[in-house]
C-alpha cells in the first residue's frame, strides 16, 4: 500500500515570495491534515479536512495560509507571502472516517516539506 | 486547550538497556494517543496507538501504556539498539468524534551509544 506522498521535499524562497505544496494521501483515507513542525518542536495542526470539506482551521493564520482539498483527494497548502518565521517542516497525514467502520483513527504521515524562508 | 509534555528531552544510554519515556497531557478527555518516532529530516512513523479504554499495546520490544485519569503515558523500550536512536513524539487526538488532529509534545531525542 502507497504512504502519503508529498512534494516537493526541499523549497528555498525569499521573504515576501509564495510557495505551494502538494499532498496525495493514502487511497481511501477521508480525513486529511496539514501539520507545522518548527525546528525543535512537535508538529502542530493547521488544518483538517474530512473529503473535501474543512473541519479545523482554527491555528491556520488565514490572512497567508490557504488551503483546498479538491474532490476530496490531493490537498494543496499556500503561504502568500511568506514570512520568515514561516520555515518549517509542513507534514501532510491522512487516516480513514472513524465513522466508517476505521475505530483507532490512526494517522499517517508523509515525508513532509521542509520550508526555509531567506 | 490541551498541553502534552514529554520528559526527558534528550537521553543517551548504552546499547542494551532497558529504558522509558514519559508524556503527560492536561486534558484526560483524549480518544487515542500515539507514540511516533521521527528519524533526521524525515516524516513520523506510528510506533503505538492506544485507544482511551484501553491501558496498554505492545509491538516487538515496545510497550506503551495509558492511565487515562492521570494524563500520563509511558514507553518501554526493552533491549536498546544503536536503530531506535530517534526522536520519539507523544500526541494525543481529542474526544470530538475521534477524526480529531493530534496535539504532539516537543517529543524526547534518544541516542543509543554502540
Known amino acids: 500500500e502507497a504512504g502519503v506522498a508529498q512534494s516537493p521535499r526541499y523549497k528555498i524562497i525569499e521573504k515576501r515570495q509564495s510557495v505551494a505544496f502538494w499532498c496525495n494521501p493514502i487511497?481511501?483515507?477521508?480525513?486529511l491534515y496539514w501539520y507545522q513542525q518548527i525546528l525543535g518542536q512537535g508538529p502542530k495542526l493547521l488544518i483538517q479536512?474530512?473529503?473535501?470539506?474543512?473541519?479545523?482551521d482554527s491555528q491556520l493564520p488565514k490572512d497567508r495560509f490557504s488551503a483546498e482539498r479538491l474532490k476530496g483527494v490531493d490537498s494543496t497548502l499556500k503561504i502568500q507571502p511568506a514570512k520568515l518565521e514561516d520555515s518549517a517542516v509542513y507534514l501532510c497525514?491522512?487516516?480513514?472516517?472513524?465513522?466508517?467502520?476505521?475505530?483507532?483513527?490512526?494517522?499517517?504521515f508523509g515525508p513532509g516539506t521542509r520550508l526555509t524562508v531567506l | 486547550k490541551q498541553e502534552v509534555t514529554q520528559i526527558p528531552a534528550a537521553l543517551s544510554v548504552p546499547e542494551g538497556e532497558n529504558l522509558v519515556l514519559n508524556c503527560s497531557f492536561t486534558?484526560?478527555?483524549?480518544?487515542?494517543l500515539q507514540w511516533f518516532r521521527q528519524d533526521p529530516g524525515k516524516g513520523l512513523t506510528s510506533l503505538l496507538l492506544?485507544?482511551?479504554?484501553?491501558r496498554e499495546q505492545t509491538s516487538g520490544r515496545l510497550n506503551a501504556s495509558l492511565d487515562k485519569s492521570s494524563g500520563r503515558s509511558t514507553l518501554y523500550i526493552a533491549a536498546s539498539q544503536p536503530g531506535d536512536s530517534a526522536t520519539y513524539l507523544c500526541?494525543?487526538?481529542?474526544?470530538?468524534?475521534?477524526?480529531?488532529?493530534?496535539?504532539f509534545g516537543k517529543g524526547t531525542h534518544l541516542i543509543i551509544q554502540p
Open positions: 479536512f474530512q473529503n473535501n470539506g474543512v473541519v479545523d
Open positions: 492506544i485507544q482511551s479504554s484501553q
Open positions: 486534558d484526560s478527555a483524549i480518544y487515542n
Open positions: 497525514a491522512s487516516s480513514l472516517d472513524s465513522l466508517a467502520g476505521a475505530p483507532y483513527n490512526e494517522q499517517f
Open positions: 487511497s481511501g483515507h477521508a480525513t
Open positions: 500526541a494525543v487526538s481529542g474526544s470530538g468524534g475521534g477524526a480529531d488532529g493530534l496535539t
